[in-house]
Nanobody, 115 residues
Framework: QVQLVESGGGLVQPGGSLRLSCVAS????????MGWYRQAPGRQRELVAR???????NYVDSVRGRFTISRDNAKNTVYLQMNSLKPEDTAVYYC?????????WGQGTHVTVSS
């Protein structure tokens, strides 16, 4: 069974930074494309960044240049460094393998950007 544990969220002022972490188990982590998703109140969950097994990275336009996704296959962990945060980045952030989006999800980590 896939288990995903996200951490690192919190309350930050506009322009601030946070680093999110996600530990995955129950999957062949190193073989999977991993993604960070977010769901803002009243909105659908969206994929904001993904990193393939061989390190190819893609970002949604709204976060490109501000967010950086990375992975540590030895630790089954994917990270999301978020800089220059904006109020519109406020959401619950989740990670998942793209192959598991119709499966289980973690509890997410809350990010609130507010002054």
């Amino acid at each position: 069974q896939v288990q995903l544990v996200e951490s690192g969220g919190g309350l930050v002022q506009p322009g601030g930074s946070l680093r999110l972490s996600c530990v995955a188990s129950g999957i062949f982590f190193s073989l999977n494309t991993m993604g960070w998703y977010r769901q803002a109140p009243g909105r659908q969950r969206e994929l904001v960044a993904r990193i393939s097994s061989d390190g190819i990275i893609n970002y949604v336009d709204s976060v490109r240049g501000r967010f950086t996704i990375s992975r540590d296959n030895a630790k089954n962990t994917v990270y999301l460094q978020m800089n220059s945060l904006k109020p519109e980045d406020t959401a619950v952030y989740y990670c998942n393998a793209l192959s598991n989006v119709f499966g289980s999800w973690g509890q997410g980590t809350h990010v609130t950007v507010s002054s």
